[in-house]
């Protein structure tokens, strides 16, 4: 008899392993708090350093830039020489220049430096790929989706640590200490073991044994008995993968996925400051006119009635992980990332009323909510469909995509809205429209199916739920 990895994940189950593997890779994804210090930093050094407009966007725009750059590159490597080598590189640089960021003296340094810092979290989202290789099928998509709540936990966080650190210490310990999540992960990190996948795809079938033995002890769950088949060796991380017949319409329509989901999701981030200040759309034309005649330098600290707005729209993703967790396996992976579209793209066109307060904040609360678990669901789907020799490239070169959706936004939010309001909103609805139609025609379903090994196979025929192949068949 014979197993593969998919085979033993299955039968180990989930347990007390992957309940530390899921604190430890959230740790990583609670650097959520170092893209949300974006929208506290910019204001307060605006006025400190008295920077004219344009610096302060560029300051938000360079970790962007870094991100877009590197996310490629780290997926490259987790390919190449294993995610959790990728995972640790990436958290350590983040870490160390996300400290030095603080001790700044110039702008231009603080530039380079937060650039450095947004390099390094183009690698985190390695961790889903690390953590998704652990879990049983049954279990994959409600992890990866409460996985995601470290990030909307360090978001929140955030907010709260700006609100003690910010009237006192100022913003440079506030770099510092939003540090404080990575620098536990570097304490733990040496707990994490490598993806048994990735030990097997690189012939390295020994360590993939001890480490599957190593989580069933964990679990108290038995090993399949047998021998553990060693998949064909391919080469990894090559980005022609990604183009063969089978995955090239998949990629295409994922790239374009990931690019509205960062596109709208940042967007509305910056929207949702205009319009809170402005009351509702109607009012932003007028407002617009005042602004205008201010002299650029002008700034205005944030206050205890701007923190608690960022900390009520933050709120609202938790919201979004709860639906999608509650619809993600009985509908499927594709239709949750078009239904997260089609309402982020009503909600959209519903602000072309001129609605209160209130309701703009029903509507705000409603469309978030959705963008971010239409997010979180492309971070399950998009594992899942690509096999183990192209995973972690797969999910690099989207989340490098996403940069780029985030880089041109607010172009659109901020540059536009002074033009148009009317065109700002009509460009996101329609961009989550098409999203919607490409999640509809993506060729793939994951729902109810085992991670694919090798990419010499048809997808989805190695496993769907243990047992399903022969020997013959394992052996390829």
């Given at each position: 008899?014979?197993?593969?990895?998919?085979?033993?994940?299955?039968?180990?189950?989930?347990?007390?392993?992957?309940?530390?593997?899921?604190?430890?890779?959230?740790?990583?994804?609670?650097?959520?708090?170092?893209?949300?210090?974006?929208?506290?930093?910019?204001?307060?050094?605006?006025?400190?350093?008295?920077?004219?407009?344009?610096?302060?966007?560029?300051?938000?725009?360079?970790?962007?830039?870094?991100?877009?750059?590197?996310?490629?590159?780290?997926?490259?490597?987790?390919?190449?020489?294993?995610?959790?080598?990728?995972?640790?590189?990436?958290?350590?640089?983040?870490?160390?220049?996300?400290?030095?960021?603080?001790?700044?003296?110039?702008?231009?340094?603080?530039?380079?430096?937060?650039?450095?810092?947004?390099?390094?979290?183009?690698?985190?989202?390695?961790?889903?790929?690390?953590?998704?290789?652990?879990?049983?099928?049954?279990?994959?998509?409600?992890?990866?989706?409460?996985?995601?709540?470290?990030?909307?936990?360090?978001?929140?966080?955030?907010?709260?640590?700006?609100?003690?650190?910010?009237?006192?210490?100022?913003?440079?310990?506030?770099?510092?200490?939003?540090?404080?999540?990575?620098?536990?992960?570097?304490?733990?990190?040496?707990?994490?073991?490598?993806?048994?996948?990735?030990?097997?795809?690189?012939?390295?079938?020994?360590?993939?044994?001890?480490?599957?033995?190593?989580?069933?002890?964990?679990?108290?769950?038995?090993?399949?008995?047998?021998?553990?088949?060693?998949?064909?060796?391919?080469?990894?991380?090559?980005?022609?993968?990604?183009?063969?017949?089978?995955?090239?319409?998949?990629?295409?329509?994922?790239?374009?996925?990931?690019?509205?989901?960062?596109?709208?999701?940042?967007?509305?981030?910056?929207?949702?400051?205009e319009l809170f200040q402005a009351g509702d759309?109607?009012?932003?034309?007028?407002?617009?006119?005042?602004?205008?005649?201010?002299?650029?330098?002008?700034?205005?600290?944030?206050?205890?009635?701007?923190?608690?707005?960022?900390?009520?729209?933050?709120?609202?993703?938790?919201?979004?992980?709860?639906?999608?967790?509650?619809?993600?396996?009985?509908?499927?992976?594709?239709?949750?990332?078009?239904?997260?579209?089609?309402?982020?793209?009503?909600?959209?066109?519903?602000?072309?009323?001129?609605?209160?307060?209130?309701?703009?904040?029903?509507?705000?609360?409603?469309?978030?909510?959705?963008?971010?678990?239409?997010?979180?669901?492309?971070?399950?789907?998009?594992?899942?469909?690509?096999?183990?020799?192209?995973?972690?490239?797969?999910?690099?070169?989207?989340?490098?995509m996403a940069r780029v959706g985030a880089l041109?936004?607010?172009?659109?939010?901020?540059?536009?809205?002074?033009?148009?309001?009317?065109?700002?909103?009509?460009?996101?609805?329609?961009?989550?429209?098409?999203?919607?139609l490409a999640s509809c025609f993506l060729p793939?379903?994951?729902?109810?199916?085992?991670?694919?090994?090798?990419?010499?196979?048809?997808?989805?025929?190695?496993?769907?739920?243990?047992?399903?192949?022969?020997?013959?068949?394992?052996?390829?």
């Amino acid at each position: 008899d014979t197993f593969m990895v998919e085979d033993a994940v299955e039968a180990i189950g989930f347990g007390k392993f992957q309940w530390k593997l899921s604190v430890i890779t959230g740790l990583a994804w609670a650097n959520a708090m170092e893209m949300m210090i974006l929208s506290i930093l910019a204001p307060q050094l605006h006025c400190e350093w008295r920077l004219p407009s344009w610096k302060v966007a560029l300051l938000t725009s360079v970790v962007f830039v870094g991100m877009m750059s590197s996310s490629t590159l780290w997926g490259n490597i987790s390919d190449q020489y294993g995610r959790k080598t990728g995972l640790k590189i990436s958290v350590l640089w983040t870490l160390y220049y996300g400290i030095l960021s603080g001790f700044a003296p110039i702008y231009s340094w603080i530039l380079v430096l937060r650039g450095l810092v947004g390099f390094g979290i183009g690698g985190v989202p390695q961790s889903v790929t690390l953590y998704a290789e652990f879990l049983p099928m049954k279990a994959r998509a409600k992890c990866i989706l409460l996985i995601e709540v470290f990030w909307a936990l360090g978001t929140v966080f955030e907010v709260l640590l700006a609100v003690v650190v910010m009237p006192t210490l100022g913003w440079r310990w506030l770099l510092i200490l939003s540090a404080l999540p990575l620098l536990l992960f570097a304490g733990l990190c040496f707990w994490l073991p490598e993806s048994a996948r990735y030990d097997v795809l690189s012939g390295n079938q020994e360590k993939a044994l001890a480490t599957l033995k190593r989580i069933a002890t964990e679990n108290g769950a038995p090993m399949p008995l047998g021998k553990l088949v060693v998949s064909r060796q391919e080469d990894r991380g090559k980005m022609r993968d990604l183009f063969t017949p089978h995955f090239r319409w998949t990629t295409l329509l994922l790239w374009f996925i990931w690019f509205s989901n960062a596109f709208s999701y940042y967007g509305l981030v910056l929207l949702t400051t205009e319009l809170f200040q402005a009351g509702d759309v109607c009012s932003i034309s007028s407002r617009r006119q005042e602004v205008k005649a201010k002299c650029s330098l002008t700034c205005e600290y944030l206050t205890e009635e701007d923190y608690t707005d960022l900390l009520w729209t933050t709120l609202s993703e938790f919201p979004g992980v709860l639906v999608t967790l509650w619809i993600i396996d009985r509908i499927g992976r594709k239709k949750t990332m078009a239904l997260s579209f089609l309402v982020f793209s009503f909600c959209s066109l519903l602000l072309f009323l001129c609605v209160g307060r209130n309701v703009l904040t029903v509507l705000l609360f409603i469309a978030r909510a959705f963008i971010s678990g239409g997010f979180q669901a492309a971070y399950v789907y998009t594992p899942e469909v690509y096999p183990t020799a192209t995973r972690a490239l797969g999910l690099g070169t989207c989340s490098g995509m996403a940069r780029v959706g985030a880089l041109i936004t607010p172009f659109i939010a901020q540059v536009m809205l002074e033009s148009s309001v009317y065109l700002t909103l009509l460009v996101y609805s329609g961009c989550c429209l098409l999203a919607a139609l490409a999640s509809c025609f993506l060729p793939i379903e994951t729902k109810g199916r085992g991670l694919q090994e090798s990419s010499h196979k048809e997808w989805g025929q190695e496993m769907v739920g243990r047992g399903s192949h022969s020997p013959g068949e394992s052996q390829e």
